[in-house]
């Protein structure tokens, strides 16, 4: 199709139907068939509602030796968790959750530590409770309790070292931060 019959089907048909609904509204009118048209809707609210103290979380992963990563390329999985309130299961089944955030350049799945960070060499990864993994600026489902008005979803935050720190054995030690925005949708 060329892009003048491209653009002639995007304006001029939709004018066309317009002008002749209009026509055909006028027609009715002129005839008396007149009718009234009951429209009725509801509004919901939002499934669930997240606990307030929820909406800006701190997960500390305490202390973590180089050695341990060296040995064992990560840390064991810290839990935390979001807590949904007020969840309604005639709205929703399940949810999607996306933690946003800058990635590592070697574990483009994992977030890459905060600009004031100390430590080198080391990444943070996220995790379901049993293990499977959520990579940063991906969506992963969770389903909602049907029975439940209340849920808890549980998550693990894990440090991982990077390969060219394992190879080279350059890991920097030190504090570190990192920063993530996560995001609830609802299905």
């Given at each position: 199709?060329n892009?003048?019959?491209?653009?002639?089907?995007?304006?001029?048909?939709?004018a066309l139907?317009l002008?002749?609904m209009s026509?055909q509204?006028?027609?009715?009118?002129?005839?008396?068939?007149?009718r009234?048209v009951?429209i009725?809707?509801?509004?919901?609210?939002p499934?669930c509602?997240?606990?307030a103290e929820?909406k800006?979380?701190?997960?500390?992963?305490g202390e973590?030796?180089d050695?341990d990563?060296?040995?064992?390329?990560?840390?064991?999985?810290?839990?935390?968790y979001?807590?949904l309130e007020?969840?309604?299961?005639?709205i929703?089944?399940?949810?999607?959750?996306?933690?946003?955030?800058?990635?590592?350049?070697?574990?483009p799945?994992?977030l890459a530590?905060?600009?004031?960070?100390?430590?080198?060499?080391i990444?943070i990864g996220?995790?379901?409770?049993?293990?499977?993994?959520?990579p940063?600026?991906k969506?992963?489902?969770?389903?909602l309790l049907?029975d439940?008005?209340?849920?808890m979803i549980?998550?693990?935050a894990?440090?991982?070292?990077?390969?060219?720190?394992?190879?080279q054995?350059?890991?920097?030690?030190g504090?570190f931060?990192a920063?993530?925005?996560?995001?609830?949708n609802y299905?």
């Amino acid at each position: 199709m060329n892009p003048l019959s491209s653009k002639l089907s995007q304006c001029v048909l939709p004018a066309l139907f317009l002008f002749g609904m209009s026509s055909q509204q006028i027609a009715y009118a002129n005839g008396n068939l007149q009718r009234d048209v009951k429209i009725t809707f509801t509004v919901l609210a939002p499934a669930c509602s997240i606990k307030a103290e929820d909406k800006a979380m701190e997960v500390y992963l305490g202390e973590i030796l180089d050695r341990d990563l060296y040995a064992k390329n990560r840390t064991a999985g810290q839990p935390f968790y979001l807590n949904l309130e007020n969840c309604d299961p005639r709205i929703t089944k399940r949810m999607k959750i996306k933690f946003s955030g800058q990635t590592s350049r070697e574990l483009p799945e994992l977030l890459a530590l905060g600009p004031g960070s100390r430590a080198r060499g080391i990444a943070i990864g996220m995790e379901k409770v049993d293990g499977t993994p959520m990579p940063f600026n991906k969506t992963s489902e969770f389903p909602l309790l049907a029975d439940r008005r209340n849920n808890m979803i549980t998550f693990q935050a894990y440090v991982q070292a990077e390969p060219s720190a394992l190879r080279q054995h350059k890991m920097g030690s030190g504090e570190f931060s990192a920063i993530a925005t996560f995001e609830v949708n609802y299905d």
